[in-house]
């Protein structure tokens, strides 16, 4: 009896361990600054958190801060001025001097696993390469070979004295989201407006989740599910004030790419909605 | 083409209506301000920062009538005046701001001018203060006022971080 219990949670725990290395969201890395707004004249420091964890703004895992950059007002992108790696997350600080919005990011690299089933009882397998690299690397016999790009943005507005817009517009690069309501209008018991896109297009069915700081001190989550409608739109009102974290999630086919057949594309965005 | 003549109808009479209302408050119009700074018993007591405006129907700020602070970086901490008001316009932070006062009465007249100087229309606004303190708390307070050529006075009760307000509206 106690052996075959051990049986199940080895198999459990073997389940985990490849969902954890092969969804980019097992430990979604999100970003938590000190302040989301600047009345200070001149511009003032800000310092960032940057961790993966399951907890919201619970410290976790040191993700790295080493490719954060902060799109200015103006369009152009900077770097920022420290960058500090902990055990369990990372930090960098940067001045911000210039009015208007500012987005940080937190951007990874995309990733690139294949999925395969080999052997007599079509075993599904994973192997980290991309569409390029599989060949050399796939057994023989490999079966229902599909190569996914993971990828993620990990992001946050800032505004320093009067909002801007500039900051707010996409790449056309995977799922991005653009705010329609400014994340420094985000109020609670005011409802917010944000749009997704893919590749540059609104889409639809981004699988959405908006959960407010605190979970440790509460019994239950009270995150809102939302998926985006024919425009790429959700809604929804925040009925606190407080530091909140929406992740998303999007897997789409790709077309004529060298690297994946399909991607898994993911945005967390941390916002702040005010006190009336 | 009945539903179009209905539609031209309805845009006649609203613009009357608005037109009805748009006329500019009677000159000698003005409302008084009585506001109370409560005395707040504590080990760690600041001046609080003190934001006092005017809104209209559409909830655009119309007019700053007073505002006091200290140092600009916890402008932000006047969360409400800061989102509508303060970060937008730099120029009328610095014409407005004056420094933080202690606890006690305070009586100031709005002349029923908007930031420009120009006499605002008759209608409905709405009356707010906001006031934060370090290490205490905040209280935004509203009252919702007509102004036309009917006076009138409002008592809005006190909050933690404000004493007893009154609004005189008075045609003289």
Not at chain 1, 9 to 23: D, N, P, Q, R
Not at chain 1, 166 to 181: F, H, M, R, V, Y
Not at chain 2, 117 to 146: C, D, M, P, W
Request: net charge positive; glycine share 8%; proline share 4%.
């Amino acid at each position: 009896m106690k052996h075959k219990l051990k049986g199940v949670a080895l198999t459990c725990a073997a389940i985990a361990g490849l969902a954890v290395s092969v969804s980019a969201s097992a430990h979604p890395r999100w970003i938590l600054p000190s302040h989301f707004t600047v009345s200070k004249e001149g511009g003032d420091w800000l310092t960032f958190d940057v961790t993966a964890s399951h907890g919201t703004f619970v410290f976790d895992k040191p993700a790295g801060s080493e490719s954060a950059s902060v799109l200015m007002p103006d369009g152009r992108s900077e770097r920022p001025n420290f960058v500090i790696r902990g055990k369990r997350r990372s930090i960098f600080d940067f001045e911000f001097t210039e009015q208007g919005t500012h987005k940080v990011a937190v951007n990874g690299t995309p990733t690139y696993w294949t999925k395969y089933k080999a052997g007599r009882r079509d075993t599904v397998k994973w192997l980290k390469a991309n569409k390029a690299e599989r060949d050399a690397e796939l057994p023989t016999k490999s079966r229902d070979v599909i190569t996914q790009l993971s990828f993620t943005r990990t992001e946050s507005y800032i505004t320093v004295g009067k909002p801007s817009q500039s900051a707010l517009e996409i790449e056309g690069k995977l799922l991005e989201l653009k705010p329609i309501t400014h994340p420094a209008d985000i109020v609670e018991g005011e409802p917010v407006t944000f749009q997704f896109f893919y590749n540059g297009q609104p889409q639809s069915g981004v699988t959405v989740d908006v959960t407010r700081d605190g979970t440790l001190y509460r019994n239950q989550q009270d995150q809102l599910d939302l998926v985006s409608d024919k425009q790429g739109m959700i809604k929804f009102t925040p009925e606190h004030a407080g530091r909140y974290l929406l992740r998303a999630n999007h897997k789409g086919e790709l077309k004529n790419n060298p690297l994946a057949d399909t991607s898994s594309s993911n945005v967390h965005l941390t916002f702040e909605a005010v006190l009336q | 083409m009945k539903s179009g003549k209905l539609l031209a109808l309805a845009a006649l009479l609203a613009s009357t209506a608005i037109s009805a209302n748009s006329a500019a408050l009677p000159g000698n119009a003005q409302m008084d301000v009585n506001f109370t700074l409560p005395k707040i018993d504590t080990s760690m007591y600041a001046r609080p920062y003190v934001a006092i405006w005017i809104e209209d129907q559409n909830r655009r700020p119309v007019r700053t009538l007073e505002l006091w602070v200290g140092k600009d970086e916890w402008l932000k901490d006047l969360r409400s005046w800061w989102r509508k008001v303060g970060r937008n316009d730099k120029a009328l932070v610095d014409g407005v701001t004056s420094a933080t006062r202690p606890a006690g009465h305070y009586r100031f007249v709005w002349d029923g001018k908007d930031d420009k100087g120009n006499r605002v229309e008759q209608g409905s606004y709405t009356f707010l203060a906001e006031v934060v303190r370090e290490h205490g708390g905040r209280n935004l307070i509203r009252q919702k006022i007509e102004l036309g050529t009917q006076g009138f006075s409002h008592r809005i009760a006190a909050t933690e971080e404000t004493g007893t307000v009154t609004l005189d509206y008075k045609i003289n």
